[in-house]
């Protein structure tokens, strides 16, 4: 072989390293920020057990990164932090980033915690009986986590099936966990619109009747037509693309407590998280997640159709979201997730 063979072949060789050379150094960045300020609103809360999870079972540092979560009272809180610059990133619902995008402000989400919404309507059972439907709640009370959030949302949602509008029942901050039971017990509200372990603690002690229930696949598709977004993390676009190992190592966290989440037992949970979250209720806790853990996202990327039923949903119960010029493209980035899951 000929010196120009053999440096031939050595260039051949090495061109598809060098073609492979920045999504290898993309794939392995480090991240920019070595600390993350993370907002986020009830995160005791089922909704946002994969953050706790990444938390604790030290998903989060072993992707090289530390994060301070922040909790608030509930969704809007932590997105009113993220929007005044306290916090880095949201652990949060998705359907905010449609709505600030409606506001002329660029968020973005990257990575899914929730499948389906997971949360339900449940009245007290003393009101139940006089509702026969959505109209029937005009000037009711309601608690939930904070006005604004996604369950004050779903309450919106199913109240514009009665032909009633957001002004025609009323919304109280509760927050989530023992402050919802508390609030049912003392009649401070009529009903409520949360998330589990509260949900399924008042059901359990018959303190409620739960009227519109999302907290599996079969739920979301009756509801929605299909999978739903919830919790996931996001942030403001400029973050993002300013901070792509940050938001890799955010994502690699995350996508690493939804797998672990797919085959731990429920008890395996319960001694994961803070004792606290059990709302004095082992055993309730345990049935709770075993009861969502099917609309936990196996891998943190956006289904098919799931952005498309979230905008749907806040057009028919938000006269402010206009559907046609929302570009859902740019409310989402599944390159972060997808590229953890391979790697996990």
Same mark, same amino acid.
């Given at each position: 072989m000929?010196?120009?063979?053999?440096?031939? %072949?050595?260039?051949?060789?090495?061109?598809?390293?060098?073609?492979?050379a920045?999504?290898?150094? %993309?794939?392995?960045?480090k991240?920019?920020?070595?600390?993350v300020?993370?907002?986020? !609103?009830?995160?005791s809360?089922?909704?946002?057990?994969?953050?706790?999870?990444?938390?604790?079972?030290g998903?989060?540092?072993e992707a @090289?990164i530390?994060?301070?979560?922040? =909790?608030?009272?509930? *969704?809007?809180?932590?997105?009113?932090?993220?929007?005044?610059?306290?916090? =880095?990133?949201?652990?949060?619902a998705?359907?905010?980033?449609?709505r600030?995008?409606?506001?002329?402000?660029?968020?973005? *989400?990257?990575?899914?915690?929730?499948?389906?919404?997971?949360?339900?309507?449940?009245?007290?059972?003393?009101?139940?009986?006089? #509702?026969? *439907?959505?109209?029937?709640?005009k !000037?009711?009370?309601?608690?939930?986590t904070?006005?604004?959030s996604?369950?004050n949302?779903?309450?919106?949602?199913?109240a514009a099936?009665?032909?009633?509008k957001?002004s025609?029942?009323?919304?109280?901050?509760?927050g989530?966990?023992?402050?919802?039971?508390?609030?049912?017990?003392?009649?401070? #509200?009529d009903?409520?619109?949360?998330?589990?372990?509260?949900?399924?603690?008042?059901?359990?002690?018959?303190?409620?009747k739960?009227?519109?229930?999302?907290?599996?696949?079969?739920?979301?598709?009756?509801?929605?037509?299909?999978?739903?977004?919830?919790?996931?993390?996001?942030?403001?676009s =400029?973050?993002i693309?300013?901070?792509p @190992?940050?938001?890799q190592?955010?994502?690699?966290?995350?996508?690493?407590?939804?797998q672990?989440?797919?085959?731990?037992?429920?008890?395996?949970?319960?001694?994961?998280?803070?004792e606290g979250?059990?709302?004095?209720?082992?055993?309730?806790?345990?049935?709770?997640?075993?009861g969502?853990?099917?609309?936990i996202?196996?891998? *943190?990327?956006?289904?098919?159709?799931?952005?498309e039923?979230?905008?749907?949903?806040?057009?028919e119960?938000?006269?402010?979201?206009?559907?046609?010029?929302?570009?859902l493209?740019?409310?989402?980035?599944?390159?972060?997730?997808? %590229?953890?899951?391979? %790697?996990?």
């Amino acid at each position: 072989m000929t010196k120009l063979q053999m440096r031939r %072949r050595t260039l051949l060789a090495a061109a598809p390293m060098v073609l492979a050379a920045p999504h290898v150094a %993309r794939a392995q960045a480090k991240p920019e920020k070595s600390k993350v300020i993370l907002a986020v !609103g009830g995160k005791s809360a089922l909704y946002y057990l994969s953050l706790t999870i990444a938390e604790r079972k030290g998903f989060f540092k072993e992707a @090289g990164i530390d994060v301070e979560i922040n =909790d608030f009272q509930g *969704g809007a809180k932590s997105l009113q932090a993220l929007m005044g610059g306290s916090a =880095d990133v949201v652990a949060g619902a998705y359907e905010h980033t449609i709505r600030m995008q409606q506001r002329g402000q660029d968020v973005t *989400g990257f990575a899914l915690i929730g499948r389906g919404m997971q949360i339900c309507i449940a009245l007290r059972n003393d009101v139940a009986a006089r #509702v026969k *439907g959505p109209a029937d709640i005009k !000037g009711m009370k309601f608690g939930v986590t904070a006005p604004g959030s996604s369950t004050n949302m779903l309450l919106n949602f199913w109240a514009a099936k009665g032909g009633l509008k957001a002004s025609d029942v009323v919304a109280i901050g509760v927050g989530a966990g023992a402050s919802v039971i508390a609030a049912v017990e003392k009649g401070e #509200v009529d009903g409520v619109s949360q998330t589990d372990p509260a949900l399924t603690i008042l059901t359990d002690k018959n303190l409620v009747k739960v009227v519109v229930d999302t907290r599996t696949t079969k739920g979301n598709q009756e509801v929605f037509g299909g999978p739903f977004p919830a919790a996931s993390l996001y942030s403001q676009s =400029d973050f993002i693309k300013k901070n792509p @190992g940050t938001t890799q190592a955010l994502a690699t966290g995350i996508v690493r407590a939804n797998q672990w989440l797919q085959t731990a037992s429920p008890a395996d949970v319960a001694n994961a998280v803070p004792e606290g979250y059990l709302l004095g209720d082992r055993a309730v806790y345990e049935k709770s997640f075993a009861g969502v853990r099917e609309t936990i996202s196996p891998d *943190g990327t956006m289904p098919a159709g799931a952005m498309e039923n979230c905008l749907k949903f806040l057009a028919e119960s938000d006269p402010g979201i206009k559907a046609g010029t929302v570009k859902l493209a740019d409310t989402w980035n599944n390159e972060f997730a997808q %590229r953890a899951a391979k %790697r996990s």
